[in-house]
């Protein structure tokens, strides 16, 4: 009998064991910031990695203004195609799921919010941040109604809510998102979310699913280098900045030849731009308005307006900084405060610094053959039609118009094939 009991007791042991070692895992990402295709690819590969690995569920911990929305609708889309359940997670305390993270939100298969944060505000707007009225814009709005109550239909969500986020921009605190059925439940960090959200029942493409998921531990799936590279050159800011400084060194190479450096710093930072620009929806307005920009500041090196050419040059800066970005999206718009700076410190490095290198390229020669014109020098062989000066240090052949004799002085008026014209100098009479 205990042989029996023990034999029960090692079996009970080793099961648990075995659970234990195949206890639930969830892969666990972070977005944090705008919606842009670096998130998507983000997103894609992290909902990838949890299906190849078998993992309970995917966690997105989502603190967004906003992004691209068509970026935005291709994760939505990833999420109803996706393989494994999708839990978004508002959060840390005082983020936000606005503009496209409502979208986000409303995908999940499971939504829920940390304390101190809000939803909503997902009305398109122009780029001045007014609302948008035109035929071609209620179309767009009217889509974006529909695409979110697809959603909410799918997912068991609030849809008069999520018309008004759209039409009105409603925005909503978190302490009323769960009993408007908005989101799912309010959780403060990743145990609470997975403790809460174990037992839900999910609908998934083929069938429902039941998450197991309290207790799983939990895998970051962090950016790859790539992709933390391409996050910090895709914002808004930098390419503003890498394409006008390209465009400027491109400019003072081919304005001043040889200079070698500008040239080649303009030539990377072009470059950079250009696929960097790839990820965004890019308006070539903007990038025309820069380019022009950069010329007339050139310009007004060569050309005397009083002025005028740098002011245009400055107009067309902040037109293209603020056209740049073709979305109505405030976060992924260039800021006013990188314009303004960057269009100063061009502006002022071309008026200032070229238009000196300029002046002094202009100045008269002052070492050589050319240097000698204008310098004093004394007759050593008396010249008529030809004879020899004595000038900087050395001898030279020398012509001029009228006979001068040895010792007096002569000005060096031109040179031609190493020979020198020179004239008498005129002394003062004395009393």
């Known amino acids: 009998m205990k042989l029996r009991t023990s034999i029960v007791a090692l079996f009970a042991t080793l099961l648990l064991f075995a659970n234990m070692s195949q206890a639930a895992v969830v892969k666990v990402m972070t977005v944090d910031g705008a919606i842009g295709p670096i ?36 994760i939505t889309t990833a999420f109803m195609n996706s393989k494994v359940p999708i839990i978004v997670w508002v959060a840390p305390s005082g983020g936000r799921a606005a503009s496209a993270g409502v979208y986000i939100t409303y995908a999940a298969h499971v939504a829920a919010m940390a304390s101190s944060t809000n939803i909503g505000s997902a009305t398109p707007v122009t780029m001045g941040g007014e609302k948008m009225d ?29 018309e008004r986020a759209v039409r009105e921009g409603a925005s909503i605190a978190y302490y009323e998102a769960v009993d408007s059925n908005i989101v799912d439940f309010l959780a403060e960090d990743i145990e609470e979310l ?15 699913d039941t998450l197991k998921v309290a207790g799983a531990t939990h895998e970051e799936v962090e950016m790859t280098f790539s992709e933390s590279v391409l996050e910090v050159l895709t914002n808004p800011n930098i390419i ?22 500008p040239g080649v710093v303009g030539a990377i930072c072009l470059i950079i731009a250009l696929y960097a620009m790839q990820t965004l929806p890019i308006n070539y307005a903007g990038l025309a308005l820069i380019v022009l920009a950069v010329v ?8 005397t307006s009083y002025g005028m050419l740098s002011v245009g040059g400055i107009i067309s800066l902040i037109l293209g900084g603020l056209f740049l ?14 314009i303004i700076t960057i269009t100063i410190c061009i502006g002022g490095f071309l008026i200032f610094v070229v238009g000196y290198v300029v002046k002094a390229q202009r100045k008269r020669v002052l070492t050589g053959f050319e240097g000698l014109i204008g310098q004093m020098g004394k007759v050593s062989e008396r010249i008529e039609k030809e004879g020899m000066v004595y000038v900087a240090g050395a001898l030279w052949k020398a012509v001029a118009d009228e006979i001068i004799e040895k010792g ?19 002394t003062p009479r004395e009393g």
């Open 39 to 74: 998130t998507l690819k983000h997103v894609e590969r992290a909902i990838k990695i949890a299906e190849d690995e078998q993992a309970a569920a995917l966690v997105i911990k989502l603190n967004t203004p906003g992004g691209v929305m068509e970026t935005t609708l291709r």
């Open 134 to 162: 035109s035929a071609l814009v209620k179309k767009i709005v009217n889509d974006a109604v529909a695409n979110l109550q697809g959603s909410a239909e799918k997912r068991g969500r609030n849809k008069t809510w999520a």
């Open 194 to 208: 997975l403790t809460k959200a174990d037992g839900m029942v999910v609908a998934m493409p083929e069938s429902e």
């Open 240 to 261: 503003f900045i890498l394409f006008s400084l390209g465009t400027l060194g491109l400019a003072i190479e081919l304005y001043n030849p040889g200079a070698i450096l």
């Open 296 to 303: 007339l500041f050139l310009l007004e090196i060569k050309v």
């Open 325 to 338: 970005i073709d979305s109505p999206e405030p976060a992924l718009k260039v800021s006013l405060s990188v």
């Open 408 to 426: 007096e002085p002569v000005t060096i008026v031109s040179g031609h094939n190493q020979i020198l014209k020179v004239a008498k100098v005129s």
